[in-house]
């Protein structure tokens, strides 16, 4: 029992990563409203972003800089496995960029919808598309 508590600890920025994913998983599936829709698909995003930089941390390694070296001194040996690997890192800066630009053209839809429908529920909004 120890060590499953010990494991839950250990890795809890997956667990955080579990409930988000599914906590923006079900306001995507679940709710009628597009706004909560929206907002779930932003956490669902966010997740897959703690995710990705969670994944790209390492214990004990440093940033991939390799100073150069003084004259007289020896050529160093790179060891790979001592450096934390950026690309993780640099893609989910990306992501965000997507994830508010995304963000902000569906709130942008979500406002011309109410505005020709007068509401933004899905059934609703349904409805009104069958009737004309």
Known sequence: ??????????????????????????AMIAKKNLI???????????????????????????IPIISHVLHGESEPTIIPADYINP??????????????????VALALAIKVHRQYGTLEEDQIHSIIQSK
């Open 36 to 62: 909560k829709k929206i907002i779930g698909m932003n956490i669902f995003q966010t997740s897959i972003i703690l995710f990705y930089v969670s994944i790209g941390a390492k214990k004990g390694a440093t």
């Open 87 to 104: 690309l993780p890192h640099v893609l989910m800066l990306t992501a965000i960029v997507v994830s508010v630009a995304t963000l902000g």
């Open 1 to 26: 029992m120890a060590t499953f508590v010990n494991l839950l600890i250990a890795k809890y920025n997956f667990w955080a990563f579990a409930i988000l994913m599914m906590i923006g998983l079900y």
